[in-house]
């Protein structure tokens, strides 16, 4: 499952949380969760097209065959689902976000939590260059009160939480996908 997937879906159910129990509310960790509801990590594979290579050809286990031919399609399905969350954030959830709330100090939170560190590019290592950012708070009055209470807030997290639930599921079934093809090739190895 990847983490920011996971991420996501965690603070969108936090946020529905404190929609529903006004009396659980806290400023810092409803900043938190909504910079947490923001980010976008692109699922960008290398995608060899073997089917219309011709080198399927070259390949004599049919299961294998199969599953390579698919492959570019899964892929595809995986990045549409996140091109719709990408989309959909820019284009709905951040305007939402800018007209209701002060992005500064829900942005500032998310630099000094290393939010955005989980999405770097080096994977598996620790990146904290974000948390070294500091863009300050916002000096405009911001009532997250009002933010919670506004009925598109929670259509807009729905959005996010069913987004990411299925883009999540998808990613899933590509990892099994790809540990097929791997277990395919290895028993392709083996047979040799």
Known sequence: MPANLIILRISSKQLFKYIDNPNLRHKDSIEYHIAKTMPYAPFDPIINDLSSSGELGLIKNTNLKHALS??????????????????????????????????RTIRSKAYKSNILGLYSLRIGENNDAYSKDNIGTSHHKE????LLNHPDLEDHLTRCYSINSWANVQSDILRKRIVEIIQLIENEIIND
């Open 143 to 146: 009532d997250f009160n009002t």
């Open 70 to 103: 698919r492959w570019s399609s899964e892929i595809n399905d995986v990045i549409e689902d996140e091109v719709v969350w990408k989309k959909y954030r820019n284009e709905q959830y951040f305007p939402f976000l800018i007209q209701h709330y002060q992005l």
